[in-house]
């Protein structure tokens, strides 16, 4: 696969990420929901460099689609902090497929976004109560 592919599937999840937030959104409350809050605004804008980065780079940036199932059913807090994980590890695994086809300036766009979603990750984990709250490659699938 070449940049332009993994940087169109990390936006493919990017937008994934955007639609996951806003259905976990109205069952979170105080610090957790500010963090979603945080989260989305940082995916919306790493969404929107990417839109612009493959535009000037030529190429036809898909839109987000209509609607995105979420993995199970999100019904309270529990399952909210659950989902706002499986986001964060499914941005996380787009973004490390981008780090070995990439170079300068998009290999650091691809680095800064991994640490920011496994960060984030690790703060879902930990309000999640799941062990251990850090991995060890984040990104990778398991």
Known sequence: MNATTQLT???AAEHAALYGYGVLGSRLDGQALDTARAAEAAHRDRRDALVAKL?????TPPPAEPVYAPPFPVTDRVSALKLALVI???AAQAWRAALP???????R???D?????AQRAARWRRWAGTSPSV???PGQQQ
């Open 9 to 11: 599937a990390a936006l």
């Open 55 to 59: 535009t000037g780079a030529g190429a």
């Open 88 to 90: 964060e590890e499914r």
């Open 101 to 107: 086809v990439t170079d300068g300036e998009d290999r």
């Open 109 to 111: 766009l691809a680095l």
């Open 113 to 117: 976004a991994l640490v920011d979603t």
């Open 135 to 137: 991995v060890a490659f």
